[in-house]
């Protein structure tokens, strides 16, 4: 379906901020996704609402390899 998946938080209040990324990573390989989709200020061609973000594209092999995974385990 072309979908592409970009992690974010639902918290509802500080306190419960991140709260399931521990859980996050093992729901992405269970999953099958790939490649994680993220945005950044940049220069980007978009409807009107986004003109100043762009869209960059990760791999499951270099989140898991980022610090922050290898601090919570």
């Known amino acids: 379906m072309k979908g592409r998946f970009v992690l974010s938080d639902d918290s509802h209040g500080v306190g ?5 990324y521990c859980k996050a990573l093992e729901f992405i390989r269970e999953t099958g996704i790939r490649e994680l ?5 940049g220069s980007g061609e978009g409807d009107g609402r986004l003109n100043d973000t762009v869209m960059h594209c990760v791999s499951l092999a270099e989140v898991e390899r980022h610090g922050f995974w290898q601090s919570i385990k």
């Open 37 to 41: 989709y993220y945005f950044a200020k």
């Open 16 to 20: 419960h901020i991140g709260t399931n």
